[in-house]
């Protein structure tokens, strides 16, 4: 059984940092390009991030272009998203994301929390 779990979100303040981890297991996490959503409340889950299965090319959404870094461990099956210079804009429940024909996985999601 498929099964994506993230973790490494919390509290943190303007302009800090963290780093999130999807640890993958149930499937050959090497042939699958893996993405970052988030979720803010009230609105639609919006992609943040996507790499793919080697890890050799990455596209962010331009809001968080220069801040965030996504990449992967695929003898650890584990993607990373370093996040920098949080703002307030950016507290939301992320989630990652599995993708490959003929379906998806989705995490459960961790929340992050932007706040003085």
């Known amino acids: 059984q498929a099964l994506l779990v993230e973790s490494g979100g919390g509290l943190v303040q303007p302009g800090g940092s963290l780093r999130l981890s999807c640890a993958a297991s149930?499937?050959?996490?090497?042939?699958?390009?893996m993405s970052w959503y988030r979720q803010a409340p009230g609105k639609e889950r919006e992609l943040v991030a996507t790499i793919t299965s080697a890890g050799d090319s990455t596209n962010y959404a331009d809001s968080v272009k220069g801040r965030f870094t996504i990449s992967r461990d695929n003898a650890e099956n584990t993607v990373y998203l370093q996040m920098n210079s949080l703002k307030g804009e950016d507290t939301a429940v992320y989630y990652c994301?599995?993708?490959?024909?003929?379906?998806?996985?989705w995490g459960q999601g961790t929340q992050v929390t932007v706040s003085s």
């Open positions: 994301k599995a993708s490959r024909f003929p379906r998806p996985y």
């Open positions: 149930g499937f050959t996490f090497s042939m699958y390009s």
